[in-house]
């Protein structure tokens, strides 16, 4: 038997068989150790280094400094932060010779080979330690280039923020790079200072922060987007501080019409261009001052202040913004006969219908700041993970990705059971945190290159990006009737129904030139898949969508189906055209997992419905034969020698408690509800101990023919995100079983 925990440090030893409790544990825990950070907003330069569509940073200065001579240097600058120690690989790919250093210590640099291969690509690993780490990237300018590119392997999964150095720029987002110099400046043991400002280095670095004399000099509209030819619109969103009087002054110069709204209220309405002072009446709670100006012959423009009692109000940024010490927030070039919401205005999820100059056009826009070609940018910046998918202590809060689908999931179906809106509140906020910034992460990852948030949601290449969050986003909606759910769920059932790569029978599998899992079947893709494909087509009546989830089930089996131990493969390769038969247990769970949420909702007279309901028992059958004497299931089902682990068997204490509960598992050669509560059983005493940590799940997986790889190198990782949600899960219909339904489904 694998020993987690002391039996003393247990949940049942602290609770017993009092299961609500214990599920209160788990969830409480979940909460409070993933407080609900938001994204962090930081100041961004558009015309700095942006990341190409593999999330690589396009460190290429030749275009940026076509004058230099070749031998000249130039470096790249910029502070990573980390929570904890993490391990990531990154891939560095060099126009010419470079030097890349970390916290003052060379950690690679080119070969000759290297410098002269066009399509050069290495992968250095990098150990980042709690705190700032430097990065350091000297390059050097030759005949075959000068440069680089560079970031984390996996960039949309091991997310790699950086952030400008120098106390002139402290908290702004993004790397800077210095002049071309004729000699290297800095190496090991020699940074520059960040603690500096970037003038005592002696160097110039760009992107620039400052506007020029000549710039300031203009007003503010005018200097950030240039002299419209046509009348055009711009927006400039501040906020008021709390004040405890009604007597408010609002007075300045505007260079055109403009009116002014406090709180969604208008207050003031100027119908030509000058100077302005007016008493308002304003009782406000958040204090957001919003002026919209149209350009005139003066120019294009504003000038506004606020005092109450005689006495002057600073304004303050709308939100907290790292590394600007402005107050104004713009938006334009807009359209002079443009008309908007001003609550939906005062929103950092808001894009703009934007237009060109001379009044074209011109896609969209975003809130920009007052400093030369800066705009506001969100970040993810909570739980990074590491080349092990661990995160550390840091909140999971406001991440799209798979194992937190499972995880909002669970939270769901426990709020619901023990009649906790608080929770069901956490887990849905979590969702929008997402779904709220979903047109505006297309558009940054259109703008710049790679997106700063929604990563996996914008970036679906594969069902891990899109089908277990957006499962639990349906569940939300089931709850929420939130349109954004839905209006995210078409492309997703899109990409599964028309774009997803198959095999000629129609079975979805994975086809990712170069990449290790190319041309392989996954039994995980039934988790990644069905339960999206089954909430989808209830809520919006596409009777495709549930057809195919049944389909996905019986093709998969048949080329994963190890039928003389009624169990799962892993993977099936096509590349050596055979299935790896290693029984992985996660593997096994998401298809049980899965195929249970299909029975629940597919109709009695389903053409398949009988060959699935049969796989099903099949498969319990040759699960149940396999659990071990403490009630879990191993790593590696049929290997004796194989660790115990959590996920698993949570996953089968929820098909087992579900088949009995929905009369798919009575009767036969085995007792699933004492086979479920043995789990339960096992799971309490040995995974989770009296805190609400979960213990015994291993982490995210690849895969291999050897058994050996899931038993010795694919370790456990205590509260990992692959067990939290499903460990509520199995507990939830433990529940519903021993209380014979006296609780909310």
Same mark, same amino acid.
């Given at each position: 038997?694998?020993?987690?925990?002391?039996?003393?440090?247990?949940?049942?030893?602290?609770?017993?068989?009092?299961?609500?409790?214990?599920?209160?544990?788990?969830?409480?825990?979940?909460?409070?150790?993933?407080?609900?950070?938001?994204?962090?907003?930081?100041?961004?330069?558009?015309?700095?280094?942006?990341?190409? #569509?593999?999330?690589?940073?396009?460190?290429?200065?030749?275009?940026?400094?076509?004058?230099?001579?070749?031998?000249?240097?130039?470096?790249?600058?910029?502070?990573?932060?980390?929570?904890?120690?993490?391990?990531?690989?990154?891939?560095? !790919?060099?126009?010419?010779?470079?030097?890349?250093?970390?916290?003052?210590?060379?950690?690679?640099?080119?070969?000759?080979?290297?410098?002269?291969?066009?399509?050069?690509?290495?992968?250095?690993?990098?150990?980042?330690?709690?705190?700032?780490?430097?990065?350091?990237?000297?390059?050097?300018?030759?005949?075959?280039?000068?440069?680089?590119?560079?970031?984390?392997?996996?960039?949309?999964?091991?997310?790699?923020?950086?952030?400008?150095?120098?106390?002139?720029?402290?908290?702004?987002?993004?790397?800077?790079?210095?002049?071309?110099?004729?000699?290297?400046?800095?190496?090991?043991?020699?940074?520059?200072?960040?603690?500096?400002?970037?003038?005592?280095?002696?160097?110039?670095?760009?992107?620039?922060?400052?506007?020029?004399?000549? !710039?300031?000099?203009?007003?503010?509209?005018?200097?950030?987007?240039?002299?419209?030819?046509?009348?055009?619109?711009?927006?400039?969103?501040?906020?008021?501080?709390?004040?405890?009087?009604?007597?408010?002054?609002? *007075?300045?110069?505007?260079?055109?019409?403009?009116?002014?709204?406090?709180?969604?209220?208008?207050?003031?309405?100027?119908?030509?261009?000058?100077?302005?002072?007016?008493?308002?009446?304003?009782?406000?709670?958040?204090?957001?001052?919003?002026?919209?100006?149209?350009?005139?012959?003066?120019?294009?423009?504003?000038?506004?202040?606020?005092?109450?009692?005689?006495?002057?109000?600073?304004?303050?940024?709308?939100?907290?913004?790292?590394?600007?010490?402005?107050?104004?927030?713009?938006?334009? /070039?807009?359209?002079?006969?443009?008309?908007?919401?001003?609550?939906?205005?005062?929103?950092?999820?808001?894009?703009?219908?934007?237009?060109?100059?001379?009044?074209?056009?011109?896609?969209?826009?975003?809130? !920009?700041?007052?400093?030369?070609?800066?705009?506001?940018?969100?970040?993810?910046?909570?739980?990074?993970?590491?080349?092990?998918?661990?995160?550390?202590?840091?909140?999971?809060?406001?991440?799209?990705?798979?194992?937190?689908?499972?995880?909002?999931?669970?939270?769901?179906?426990?709020?619901?059971?023990?009649?906790?809106?608080?929770?069901?509140?956490?887990?849905?906020?979590?969702?929008?945190?997402?779904?709220?910034?979903?047109?505006?992460?297309?558009?940054?990852?259109?703008?710049?290159?790679? /997106?700063?948030?929604?990563?996996?949601?914008?970036?679906?290449?594969?069902?891990?990006?899109?089908?277990?969050?957006?499962?639990?986003?349906?569940?939300?909606?089931?709850?929420?009737?939130?349109?954004?759910?839905?209006?995210?769920?078409?492309?997703?059932?899109?990409?599964?129904?028309?774009?997803?790569?198959?095999?000629?029978?129609?079975?979805?599998?994975?086809?990712? #030139?170069?990449?290790?899992?190319?041309?392989?079947?996954?039994?995980?893709?039934?988790?990644?898949?069905?339960?999206?494909?089954?909430?989808?087509?209830?809520?919006?009546?596409?009777?495709?969508?549930?057809? !195919?989830?049944?389909? *996905?089930?019986?093709?998969?089996?048949?080329?994963?189906?190890? #039928?003389?131990?009624?169990?799962?493969?892993?993977?099936?390769?096509?590349?050596?055209?055979?299935?790896?038969?290693?029984?992985?247990?996660?593997?096994?769970?998401?298809?049980?997992?899965?195929?249970?949420?299909?029975?629940?909702?597919?109709?009695?007279?389903?053409?398949?419905?009988?060959?699935?309901?049969?796989?099903?028992?099949?498969?319990?059958?040759?699960?149940?034969?396999?659990?071990?004497?403490?009630?879990?299931?191993?790593?590696?089902?049929?290997?004796?020698?194989?660790?115990?682990?959590?996920?698993?068997?949570?996953?089968?204490?929820?098909?087992?408690?579900?088949?009995?509960?929905?009369?798919?598992?009575?009767?036969?050669?085995?007792?699933?509800?004492?086979?479920?509560?043995?789990?339960?059983?096992?799971?309490?005493?040995?995974?989770?101990?009296?805190?609400?940590?979960?213990?015994?799940?291993?982490?995210?997986?690849?895969?291999?023919?050897?058994?050996?790889?899931?038993?010795?190198?694919?370790?456990?990782?205590?509260?990992?995100?692959?067990?939290?949600?499903?460990?509520?899960?199995?507990?939830?219909?433990?529940?519903?079983?021993?209380?014979?339904?006296?609780?909310?489904?």
């Amino acid at each position: 038997m694998t020993v987690y925990i002391e039996s003393r440090d247990s949940a049942r030893y602290a609770f017993g068989d009092e299961d609500r409790r214990i599920l209160e544990l788990l969830a409480s825990r979940y909460i409070g150790a993933n407080p609900p950070i938001p994204f962090a907003y930081r100041a961004f330069s558009h015309q700095g280094i942006l990341q190409n #569509e593999e999330g690589l940073y396009d460190m290429n200065l030749s275009s940026r400094w076509p004058q230099a001579a070749n031998g000249d240097y130039v470096y790249v600058y910029g502070l990573v932060w980390s929570d904890n120690e993490r391990s990531i690989d990154c891939n560095l !790919e060099p126009i010419g010779p470079i030097k890349l250093y970390m916290n003052e210590k060379e950690l690679f640099r080119t070969s000759a080979v290297e410098e002269m291969k066009p399509d050069a690509r290495v992968v250095i690993p990098m150990l980042l330690t709690k705190g700032w780490n430097r990065i350091l990237i000297e390059a050097r300018r030759t005949p075959a280039g000068f440069g680089c590119r560079f970031g984390a392997d996996e960039a949309k999964v091991r997310i790699l923020n950086v952030l400008a150095p120098f106390t002139d720029r402290a908290g702004s987002a993004g790397w800077v790079y210095s002049e071309p110099v004729k000699k290297p400046c800095y190496g090991e043991e020699a940074f520059p200072e960040v603690l500096h400002s970037e003038e005592e280095t002696g160097l110039s670095w760009l992107p620039r922060t400052k506007w020029k004399t000549e !710039e300031a000099a203009l007003p503010n509209l005018e200097r950030q987007y240039g002299r419209p030819e046509a009348v055009v619109a711009g927006y400039g969103w501040t906020r008021l501080p709390i004040w405890g009087t009604e007597s408010l002054v609002l *007075q300045g110069r505007v260079c055109g019409p403009a009116s002014v709204w406090i709180d969604g209220k208008l207050v003031l309405n100027l119908t030509e261009a000058g100077s302005f002072r007016e008493n308002v009446k304003a009782d406000y709670s958040s204090g957001n001052l919003l002026i919209r100006t149209l350009s005139g012959p003066q120019g294009w423009g504003f000038e506004l202040n606020a005092s109450a009692d005689g006495k002057p109000l600073a304004l303050k940024q709308p939100m907290h913004i790292h590394g600007y010490s402005g107050e104004w927030l713009y938006a334009g /070039p807009i359209a002079a006969n443009t008309a908007f919401d001003t609550a939906a205005v005062c929103q950092v999820s808001t894009l703009f219908p934007a237009i060109d100059l001379s009044g074209q056009p011109a896609g969209s826009t975003y809130w !920009e700041l007052n400093m030369p070609h800066t705009r506001l940018r969100p970040f993810y910046e909570n739980a990074m993970l590491s080349n092990k998918w661990t995160t550390g202590t840091a909140t999971n809060f406001g991440r799209w990705d798979y194992p937190l689908g499972v995880t909002m999931y669970g939270l769901l179906r426990t709020a619901r059971v023990l009649n906790r809106k608080e929770w069901s509140d956490y887990a849905i906020s979590h969702i929008r945190t997402c779904t709220d910034m979903y047109d505006y992460a297309l558009w940054d990852r259109k703008e710049y290159g790679f /997106p700063s948030v929604n990563h996996q949601l914008v970036l679906t290449r594969m069902l891990d990006n899109c089908g277990s969050f957006g499962s639990a986003m349906l569940e939300a909606y089931l709850q929420e009737d939130d349109d954004m759910f839905l209006r995210i769920a078409d492309p997703i059932a899109d990409f599964m129904l028309k774009r997803l790569e198959r095999r000629e029978d129609g079975a979805f599998y994975r086809l990712s #030139e170069g990449e290790y899992f190319d041309n392989t079947l996954w039994a995980d893709d039934l988790y990644m898949s069905g339960p999206f494909l089954t909430r989808y087509a209830i809520i919006s009546g596409n009777q495709e969508a549930i057809d !195919e989830a049944a389909r *996905q089930f019986l093709l998969f089996q048949r080329y994963l189906f190890i #039928e003389e131990e009624r169990i799962m493969s892993h993977v099936y390769d096509f590349k050596y055209g055979q299935a790896t038969r290693v029984p992985w247990g996660r593997g096994n769970g998401w298809v049980l997992f899965s195929l249970s949420e299909l029975l629940e909702r597919l109709p009695e007279d389903h053409p398949n419905r009988d060959a699935l309901l049969d796989f099903f028992q099949s498969m319990c059958s040759g699960v149940a034969d396999l659990q071990s004497s403490s009630g879990l299931w191993r790593q590696v089902l049929n290997e004796p020698e194989a660790y115990e682990e959590a996920s698993c068997t949570a996953m089968f204490a929820y098909a087992f408690a579900r088949g009995i509960r929905f009369g798919w598992l009575s009767g036969g050669d085995h007792d699933y509800a004492a086979a479920a509560r043995k789990a339960w059983k096992g799971l309490t005493e040995n995974a989770i101990d009296r805190s609400g940590n979960v213990h015994g799940v291993c982490s995210g997986s690849r895969y291999s023919f050897s058994p050996d790889y899931y038993m010795y190198d694919l370790r456990t990782v205590v509260n990992d995100n692959h067990g939290i949600g499903i460990m509520m899960l199995a507990g939830v219909e433990v529940s519903l079983l021993n209380s014979a339904g006296k609780f909310a489904i």
